[in-house]
């Protein structure tokens, strides 16, 4: 059969192979692929007869549900460009995405849409509202008109997509907004059907597997589960959780066999009691979006000691960048790894020349991956997008056109072997007493303490050191922090300079952006606006 070029094929290719296999499960209910295959082309084909056009935007703001999936590749699938708002945003999130880049379709349910409406009418560009629970009426005002989901269906009974090619864009991820407004990254069919195949081949995914669907699906991470399962005809479970312990429940319920998360969530899992057996069907656990500290990682092999952990690094430049094999966990468990299949990392200084080896310098990407850049801004597209310079790897010197790379904005390096090791984010540095700290270096000794359950170091001004070390920590579960202690502890394991100045103690779980990684800066802004009220 045909390899798959655009986004939509995925589906198409396993509905053929295979119609009966299950593809979504969501609660209780459970779709095949031949059915999903014809709810996306029906979706397809009402955007059309409603008037979409290509590359037109069609939001879904909703929590994770068939329609979701559905809405995402059908509008993919009409030639238009799906942008998925994450459901935790407010109403004045929604609408600065809508207005960013003029949605023409907004699917949503008639709860949210009737908390949007207000917000809703800054957005021009809005043309159709479409209402997925079927028992309500559709919302909607005299500008913009409602619809529900089912008529959407009906409408295009037939109806073809516009033609497009795999350089088209087909998505919008907007990236959590913690240094001002979030930005659109712009991807296309290439870049996510290069990523399923590239991500499915290194965790070796195939038809009989069963992959858990709990990161946002807003999150690059959190829709690669869509697309890996969707290539190798695998079954997708939809997973809205409240509490941690709904996951260990969701992978015991239907014998999932991969697990995908960021590490908030796995510092969650491993201070819970696993069922016993999850790892006789739990082929791996991946991690993304961060650096899993190590008692974390212990903590889990523990409880699954049958599971393969797969460390992963990526960026929604790129969508997927690097891993690191199970096999060379024991071996180096700080790295990240290597190169995706079908993808370069390159480690350059700020001349462009390639570092020597475990020299820090900035994680290049180049390949099938790097996005399209930010969606209308020039300014921040040029800073995170640009040709790779002469005689970079890859690159002869008889090549003219130039070719764009993601200069990623996080320091790495790179040693002899060819592994990678975060070091941290450019931004996010730490610049003490003349030294530059990485906060993942602070928080990765806090955790090897055991003493405490989650933890976020950040800089903060000081007249003298330049930045003092906040740390910002909750105690262990059933326990309680001893700030004296913990930082004897710290003096005992790390140099002075990197001892935290102070630590702070707070119950429950730290902050999290709307991707579920710990917020660094919304902390640091609370600690700024605190000393700013005192000294007021």
């Not at 949210?112 to 919302?139: F, G, K």
């Not at 997973?239 to 429940?249: A, F, G, I, S, T």
């Amino acid at each position: 059969m045909n390899d798959a070029y655009l986004l939509p094929e995925l589906i198409a290719r396993s509905a053929n192979r295979a119609p009966e296999t299950l593809a979504l499960t969501y609660a209780a209910q459970s779709m095949s692929y031949g059915a999903l295959q014809q709810a996306v082309a029906a979706f397809a084909g009402g955007l059309r007869e409603l008037g979409l056009q290509r590359g037109e935007r069609v939001a879904i703001y909703l929590e994770k549900r068939f329609e979701t999936v559905i809405a995402s590749f059908g509008a993919a699938a009409a030639g238009g460009v799906f942008v998925p708002v994450n459901p935790l945003l407010k109403a004045e999130q929604v609408a600065y995405i809508l207005r960013d880049c003029n949605v023409r379709v907004l699917i949503s349910s008639s709860e949210r849409l009737a908390l949007l409406q207000p917000a809703l009418a800054a957005c021009p560009d809005l043309r159709l509202q479409v209402t997925v629970n079927p028992e309500a009426s559709p919302a909607g005002d005299d500008t913009t008109p409602a619809m529900g989901w089912e008529n959407v269906l009906q409408a295009g009974a037939g109806r073809g997509g516009h033609r497009v090619i795999d350089t088209d864009m087909v998505a919008i991820l907007y990236t959590s907004g913690s240094t001002g407004k979030p930005k659109g990254v712009v991807l296309s069919h290439r870049n996510m059907v290069a990523g399923a195949k590239s991500v499915a081949s290194y965790l070796e995914n195939n038809a009989d597997d069963t992959l858990l669907a709990a990161l946002p699906l807003s999150f690059d991470a959190g829709f690669s589960q869509l697309t890996t399962a969707f290539h190798v005809g695998a079954r997708a479970v939809l997973l809205n959780y409240l509490l941690p312990r709904d996951v260990l429940k969701a992978l015991v319920r239907e014998k999932v066999t991969g697990l995908t998360a960021v590490p908030p969530l796995y510092i969650q899992l491993a201070g819970l009691d696993w069922p016993a057996g999850v790892d006789e069907h739990l082929r791996y656990f991946a991690n993304t979006g961060g650096r899993m500290p190590r008692e974390t990682l212990n903590t889990l092999r523990a409880r699954a000691p049958r599971s393969r952990p797969f460390l992963m690094y990526g960026l929604t430049e790129a969508f997927r960048s690097t891993f690191l094999p199970p096999s060379e966990v024991d071996r180096r468990p700080d790295s990240i790894g290597k190169a995706i299949p079908n993808a370069e990392i390159l480690v350059l200084r700020e001349d462009g020349s390639p570092c020597a080896a475990n020299e820090t310098g900035e994680l290049v990407h180049r390949g099938a991956l790097v996005g399209l850049g930010y969606w209308n801004d020039p300014q921040k597209t040029a800073e995170r997008y640009r040709p790779l310079p002469a005689r970079t790897p890859g690159r002869d010197s008889g090549l003219v056109l130039p070719e764009i790379a993601v200069f990623s904005g996080d320091s790495v390096r790179m040693d002899e072997e060819g592994f990678l090791y975060f070091v941290g984010r450019r931004d996010e540095m730490i610049k003490t007493s003349g030294y530059r700290v990485s906060p993942t270096e602070v928080e990765e000794v806090l955790y090897a303490t055991r003493m405490v359950g989650e933890c976020a170091a950040f800089g903060l001004d000081h007249p003298m050191l330049g930045q003092a070390i906040q740390a910002v920590v909750t105690p262990p579960a059933g326990g309680e922090v001893d700030p004296v202690a913990l930082l004897a502890e710290c003096r005992q394991r790390m140099p002075a300079y990197m001892v935290p100045a102070a630590i702070a103690v707070r119950q429950g779980p730290l902050p999290r952006n709307p991707n579920g990684k710990i917020d660094r800066k919304l902390l640091a802004s609370e600690f700024v606006a605190d000393n700013e009220s005192a000294a007021g």
